[in-house]
């Protein structure tokens, strides 16, 4: 049930907390829940980023707490200016009516959590945005291994693959997909839902095999070798992940072949989480920027009612003030490392360990070319597909990073859309490349065949200048946009204090928008459950001998390290343990 709202104190309480500033830029605060923090029948719950994770944590928060009869106030903190965080469209042209996926681009059949929001919102689905030429190739550097027109017949797609690969190896590989995927979506159901460890649950499901693997030992280990593993699959996991199978992990590796039914919403993917904070009734404080958090009462030894106080920067006033709620739990909503939040001593009972990101350039562009032949080594008459994913040489080895791209220099280049260029009313192609590194104009003029200028960009008002511009307008980003995610036997933990929630352990499991709303979902239930006193989230081995709030003695403590770096497994290591072996679970040795 709600509390209704006591406007007067919240506006106060906003007031205490705002630069004169902030008060007048209103639309960075969305007023929501009750900020009377007084009342003890009442949750003060802070939720730090609005991405995937925390969106679906206050948009849970709000339909648990309902279904359950638990009073929640909710805060979201959001650095940017927008909900969605690693989920954003841009407008090429500067066009604001023209929207392109930057970050997360599509989701699948599979993923629920998503599937239902874009149900119960009214959102409207599209294909994913490759659609302008429907051929796609794999290139090794030097040659294109591998070419297959999407739209056309199913029977003749696999035909395709069958006289390219054989029959046996594709059909393996689709089975384990599909069994690995299913594995996996236990997760979402009791007895596996809620959890308190994800370590756990790589155990409980079978699947630390696959995590604690390289995709090409866990590929090898279920029969799957050779060119289809080598083209398709790490063409796949370079374009999902930018890493290849030789370095990221086999559950990653089959998330990156389970793309059946990807779908994406009409005018961007960041609606969905949106629209889940608009139902959270939460607080919203756009362009505020959390920089610490510590106990309210400093001096108290009792931690299991520990209420912590934030401090925050917004991003007009740079003033570093004290949010004037007391918050009775925490859900840090981003990875940590990247936050700039500094967490007073004590208040962490496990620690955070850093993990090691991807560092991708991801470069959105608008040209009247099509690619030239003599970049692929083809002759001139050939015509190329739209998308070119890649995959690694003859004599590359399987780094990651920048060397990780091989021959190729990079992971994929989609041709996304074609649109019509605003300035010469003259119909265009909308380009995205993933890069390990920044694209240059050298680059674009190999691309192309055409001499790209140092900068991309055709003189405003310059008509002439415009009708021949190569790159009519670009975009480059550069992100950290998901784990490297090499083997690993242990995670980060959800519980990292007392009330205190952390997200970004999923990342190192499975990096999707799905995943991170999964992980949100997941902390919701655990803190209404601990408010209804509901032990929940526990162990629940195959011969279901654990209590279900008790947790399996992991290798890494409450107080400890381990389910961070220590987890990391060196490639080539086989993983020392047995999920059947659960309640015995050796030390991994690290
Ligand atoms: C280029 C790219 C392509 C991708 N493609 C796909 C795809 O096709 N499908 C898919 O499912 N996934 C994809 N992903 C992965 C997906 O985007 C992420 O897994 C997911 O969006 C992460 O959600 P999150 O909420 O955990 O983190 P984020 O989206 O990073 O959200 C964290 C939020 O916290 C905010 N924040 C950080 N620090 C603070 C602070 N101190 N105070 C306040 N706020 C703070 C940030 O501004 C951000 O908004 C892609 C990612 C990238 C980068």
Same mark, same amino acid.
């Given at each position: 049930?709600?509390?209704?709202?006591?406007?007067?104190?919240?506006?106060?309480?906003?007031?205490?907390?705002?630069?004169?500033?902030?008060?007048?830029?209103?639309?960075?605060?969305?007023?929501?829940?009750?900020?009377?923090?007084?009342?003890?029948?009442?949750?003060?719950?802070?939720?730090?980023?609005?991405?995937?994770?925390?969106?679906?944590?206050?948009?849970?928060?709000?339909?648990?707490?309902?279904?359950?009869?638990?009073?929640?106030?909710?805060?979201?903190?959001?650095?940017?200016?927008?909900?969605?965080?690693?989920?954003?469209?841009?407008?090429?042209?500067?066009?604001?009516?023209?929207?392109?996926?930057?970050?997360?681009?599509?989701?699948?059949?599979?993923?629920?959590?998503?599937?239902?929001?874009?149900?119960?919102?009214?959102?409207?689905?599209?294909?994913?945005?490759?659609?302008?030429?429907?051929?796609?190739?794999?290139?090794?550097?030097?040659?294109?291994?591998?070419?297959?027109?999407?739209?056309?017949?199913?029977?003749?797609?696999?035909?395709?693959?069958?006289?390219?690969?054989?029959?046996?190896?594709?059909?393996?590989?689709?089975?384990?997909?599909?069994?690995?995927?299913?594995?996996?979506?236990?997760?979402?159901?009791?007895?596996?839902?809620?959890?308190?460890?994800?370590?756990?649950?790589?155990?409980?499901?079978?699947?630390?095999?696959?995590?604690?693997?390289?995709?090409?030992?866990?590929?090898?280990?279920?029969?799957?070798?050779?060119?289809?593993?080598?083209?398709?699959?790490?063409?796949?996991?370079?374009?999902?992940?930018?890493?290849?199978?030789?370095?990221?992990?086999?559950?990653?590796?089959?998330?990156?072949?389970?793309?059946?039914?990807?779908?994406?919403?009409?005018?961007?993917?960041?609606?969905?989480?949106?629209?889940?904070?608009?139902?959270?009734?939460?607080?919203?404080?756009?362009?505020?920027?959390?920089?610490?958090?510590?106990?309210?009462?400093?001096?108290?030894?009792?931690?299991?009612?520990?209420?912590?106080?934030?401090?925050?920067?917004?991003?007009?006033?740079?003033?570093?003030?004290?949010?004037?709620?007391?918050?009775?739990?925490?859900?840090?909503?981003? *990875?940590?490392?990247?936050?700039?939040?500094?967490?007073?001593?004590?208040?962490?009972?496990?620690?955070?360990?850093?993990?090691?990101?991807?560092?991708?350039?991801?470069?959105?562009?608008?040209?009247?070319?099509?690619?030239?032949?003599?970049?692929?080594?083809?002759?001139?008459?050939?015509?190329?597909?739209?998308?070119?994913?890649?995959?690694?040489?003859?004599?590359?080895?399987?780094?990651?990073?920048?060397?990780?791209?091989?021959?190729? $220099?990079?992971?994929?280049?989609?041709?996304?859309?074609?649109?019509?260029?605003?300035?010469?009313?003259?119909?265009?192609?909308?380009?995205?490349?993933?890069?390990?590194?920044?694209?240059?104009?050298?680059?674009?003029?190999?691309?192309?065949?055409?001499?790209?200028?140092?900068?991309?960009?055709?003189?405003?008002?310059?008509?002439?200048?415009?009708?021949?511009? *190569?790159?009519?307008?670009?975009?480059?980003?550069?992100?950290?946009?998901? *784990?490297?995610?090499?083997?690993?036997?242990?995670?980060?933990?959800?519980?990292?204090?007392?009330?205190?929630?952390?997200?970004?352990?999923?990342?190192?499991?499975?990096?999707?928008?799905?995943?991170?709303?999964?992980?949100?979902?997941?902390?919701?239930?655990?803190?209404?459950?601990?408010?209804?006193?509901?032990?929940?989230? $526990?162990?629940?081995?195959?011969? $279901?001998?654990?209590?279900?709030?008790?947790?399996?003695?992991?290798?890494?403590?409450?107080? $400890?390290?381990?389910?961070?770096?220590?987890?990391?497994?060196?490639?080539?290591?086989?993983?020392?343990?047995?999920?059947?072996?659960?309640?015995?679970?050796?030390?991994?040795?690290?």
């Amino acid at each position: 049930m709600r509390l209704p709202c006591d406007l007067q104190s919240a506006a106060a309480a906003l007031l205490l907390f705002t630069s004169p500033a902030l008060a007048r830029r209103i639309p960075d605060v969305i007023e929501g829940d009750n900020l009377d923090d007084k009342d003890t029948s009442v949750r003060q719950v802070a939720i730090i980023g609005a991405g995937a994770a925390g969106s679906s944590a206050a948009y849970h928060l709000r339909k648990y707490a309902a279904q359950y009869n638990v009073n929640v106030n909710i805060t979201i903190f959001e650095k940017t200016d927008h909900i969605g965080g690693r989920t954003l469209t841009i407008n090429p042209y500067d066009d604001p009516s023209l929207r392109l996926e930057l970050g997360a681009s599509i989701f699948i059949e599979k993923n629920y959590i998503l599937n239902q929001s874009v149900e119960e919102f009214g959102l409207r689905k599209k294909d994913p945005d490759v659609g302008s030429d429907p051929k796609m190739g794999i290139w090794d550097g030097e040659k294109l291994v591998f070419e297959i027109d999407t739209s056309s017949s199913w029977i003749s797609q696999l035909w395709h693959i069958v006289w390219k690969y054989g029959i046996r190896t594709p059909k393996r590989t689709n089975d384990l997909v599909q069994e690995t995927v299913s594995k996996f979506l236990r997760m979402y159901e009791e007895p596996y839902f809620p959890f308190k460890s994800l370590t756990q649950r790589a155990y409980d499901l079978d699947l630390a095999p696959a995590t604690g693997a390289t995709g090409e030992e866990f590929l090898k280990a279920n029969n799957i070798y050779g060119a289809y593993a080598h083209d398709i699959v790490q063409a796949s996991t370079r374009v999902n992940y930018a890493t290849n199978i030789g370095r990221l992990h086999g559950l990653d590796t089959m998330v990156a072949m389970a793309p059946a039914g990807a779908t994406a919403v009409q005018g961007g993917n960041w609606q969905i989480f949106q629209k889940m904070v608009e139902r959270s009734g939460a607080t919203i404080m756009l362009n505020t920027s959390v920089s610490s958090i510590s106990f309210a009462k400093t001096g108290s030894e009792d931690t299991t009612s520990a209420r912590y106080r934030l401090r925050a920067i917004h991003s007009s006033s740079q003033e570093d003030t004290s949010y004037p709620v007391e918050f009775d739990n925490v859900i840090l909503a981003n *990875p940590y490392q990247f936050s700039d939040i500094n967490i007073a001593d004590g208040v962490l009972e496990t620690h955070i360990d850093e993990i090691p990101y991807v560092r991708l350039h991801v470069t959105i562009f608008t040209s009247p070319f099509r690619y030239s032949p003599g970049f692929f080594g083809l002759e001139n008459s050939k015509a190329l597909p739209g998308t070119v994913l890649t995959t690694l040489g003859k004599t590359d080895n399987a780094t990651s990073g920048v060397a990780g791209a091989g021959s190729a $220099g990079f992971f994929s280049i989609s041709m996304l859309r074609k649109l019509v260029n605003p300035k010469t009313q003259k119909e265009e192609y909308a380009y995205k490349i993933f890069s390990p590194e920044k694209v240059t104009p050298e680059f674009l003029s190999r691309l192309f065949g055409v001499k790209v200028p140092e900068t991309f960009i055709a003189e405003p008002n310059d008509q002439s200048s415009a009708e021949v511009s *190569p790159i009519s307008w670009y975009y480059p980003h550069v992100f950290y946009s998901y *784990p490297k995610a090499e083997p690993r036997v242990t995670f980060q933990d959800p519980i990292v204090g007392a009330g205190f929630y952390y997200t970004s352990g999923m990342e190192s499991f499975i990096s999707t928008m799905e995943t991170n709303a999964l992980m949100g979902k997941n902390v919701a239930r655990l803190i209404v459950d601990d408010m209804r006193g509901v032990e929940s989230g $526990g162990v629940q081995s195959h011969d $279901g001998s654990l209590a279900p709030g008790q947790q399996l003695k992991m290798t890494c403590d409450r107080a $400890g390290r381990g389910a961070g770096k220590g987890g990391v497994r060196k490639a080539g290591e086989v993983p020392k343990t047995r999920p059947t072996e659960l309640p015995e679970m050796p030390l991994v040795d690290l």
